[in-house]
């Protein structure tokens, strides 16, 4: 055999049975509908141009974070000033994409026009 792998010590049907494999798993969908359910609410309650960016850089810093942390791979980064400033440049993406339009060269505001109204439902 050209890989030669070894047998796998634990096997899928053990895996099912084990109680550790279920406590994680349904922590996990757990988890995810909980996050689901904050982005709907998030959304419906914020303006949502600020709360999904927010959300999701926030999201990947803690995926970044955990795996730093509890996967051990901040022994293998080369280079910690790359990684700082590539949070600075996320984070300064995010700060302006909050803002908004920015002024115009002649120093006058941009007017944003507002958002069209939404028909009144009748009954």
């Known amino acids: ?9 634990v096997h899928r049907e053990h895996a099912l049975s084990s109680p550790l494999f279920w406590v994680a798993f349904l922590s996990n969908v757990v988890f995810l509908v909980i996050m689901r359910i904050g982005m709907i609410f998030g959304c419906a309650r914020c303006d949502v141009l600020l709360f999904v960016p927010l959300s999701q850089v926030l999201n990947v810093f ?10 051990d791979e901040g022994r293998d980064i080369y280079s910690w000033t790359g990684l700082v400033f590539s949070m600075i440049s996320v984070f300064s993406g995010l700060l302006m994409l909050i803002q908004g339009p920015g002024s ?4 006058e505001e941009t007017v944003v026009p507002p958002a069209p109204s939404r028909p009144s439902q009748r009954s």
């Open 1 to 9: 055999d050209p890989l030669d792998l070894p047998e796998p010590t």
């Open 62 to 71: 803690l995926s970044v974070a955990t795996g730093m942390i509890v996967l």
């Open 104 to 107: 115009a060269e002649d120093g």
